[in-house]
């Protein structure tokens, strides 16, 4: 799936299955994302790129939404790259963890 096609998804009416699916798909991407630095850290896995994602509690799933739509909306020629690169870049440049 590319960004586009996400943007499509995650662009539909709150109560379609449209909207659900992106729901569910940016849900897992966050899971994935550290379940992926949680293994590299552990030394259980290939090293974790982008980093680790620094995201508050408060931050609702609604946000993390919004803020890949004006990701998307901003970036136009990364639209047709994977979903799954542009999600992670989109919420690298939102939340990355300064140490």
Sequence with gaps: MTGLELMG?????????????CRGYVRGML??????HAQNITGHGAPAAP???????????S???KILMTYLAAHPAERSGPATSVFATAMQAKFPCVQ
Excluded: K, N, W, Y
Excluded at 9 to 21: H, I, K, L, Q
Excluded at 51 to 61: K, N
């Design 9 to 21: 998804f995650c662009s539909a009416a709150e109560v379609t299955a449209r909207a659900g699916f």
């Design 51 to 61: 980093g680790p994602l620094c995201i508050t509690e408060q931050t609702s799933l």
């Design 63 to 65: 946000d993390i939404i």
């Design 31 to 36: 899971e994935g994302m550290s379940a992926h």
